[in-house]
């Protein structure tokens, strides 16, 4: 049962235009979401996130929206450069148990030049 | 800055082999986590550790136990390694709390 979903596994955008990736996801209990970015042969490296309280989080380039009733969360890329091509991956915890943190199949951003 | 180091980028080793994936963190953090990414599978988690000599199972934890002796310090072991295991192994640590997870570079596993 996949509590996080990205349901779009690749997407391609033009150098300069906005990117903007999508989650979904089933737990109404997660109440803090994060977005993480992965180069191929590395690590995921943290890019923003956002607690279940706010609405919007921005941070440079980079905006996360939450839409709790419709529990649904996105990345905007703006404006996207050849060098945030990478797979985007969401990820969501509840605050209240483990801290466990349950990860989406991510996202294959390709930006073109 | 916070490094999560990973004792091999690349392994290859035969099935029935046991295998040891060493992970080492630098900044004193409480939780360490085992995942393994697979095309389309995202990230899943294997185990996770909150103390020394604590752990618990993850979403995936059959064919592999873990070892955390020391606090900085984090092991993954399969004991009987089969194909598929081959995969991408990614170790990552975090404080306590709802805070970013550090993630190691990742080891591929490949066992034939």
């Known amino acids: 049962d996949q509590q996080v979903k990205q349901n779009s596994p690749s997407l391609s955008v033009q150098e300069g235009r906005i990117s903007i990736l999508n989650c979904d996801y089933t737990?109404?209990?997660?109440?803090?979401f994060l977005w993480y970015k992965k180069y191929p042969a590395e690590g995921p490296t943290f890019l923003i996130s956002?607690?279940?309280?706010?609405d919007k989080n921005e941070d440079g380039r980079f905006t996360v929206f939450l839409n709790k009733s419709a529990k649904h969360l996105s990345l905007h890329i703006v404006p996207s450069q050849p060098g945030d091509s990478a797979v985007y991956f969401c990820?969501?915890?509840?605050?209240?148990?483990?801290?466990?943190?349950?990860f989406g199949t991510g996202t294959r951003l390709k930006v073109l030049a | 800055d916070v490094k999560v180091t990973q004792s091999s980028r690349y392994l290859v080793k035969r099935t029935g082999e046991k295998v040891f994936l060493e992970c080492v963190q630098d900044?004193?953090?409480?939780?360490m986590f085992w995942y393994r990414q697979d095309p389309g599978l995202g990230l899943r988690l294997i185990y996770f550790?909150?103390?020394?000599?604590?752990?618990e199972k993850g979403d995936i934890p059959e064919g592999y136990s873990v070892s955390r002796e020391k606090k900085e310090r984090f092991s993954l072991i399969l004991e009987s390694a089969s194909t598929n295991q081959t995969s991408m192994y990614l170790c990552?640590?975090?404080?306590?709390?709802?805070?970013?997870?550090?993630f190691g570079p990742g080891t591929r596993l490949t066992v034939l």
């Open positions: 990552a640590s975090r404080e306590g709390g709802p805070n970013e997870q550090f």
């Open positions: 737990n109404s209990m997660f109440d803090y």
């Open positions: 956002i607690s279940s309280i706010k």
């Open positions: 990820a969501a915890l509840t605050t209240s148990g483990t801290y466990k943190y349950i």
């Open positions: 900044m004193d953090h409480e939780n």
């Open positions: 550790s909150y103390d020394v000599k604590m752990k």
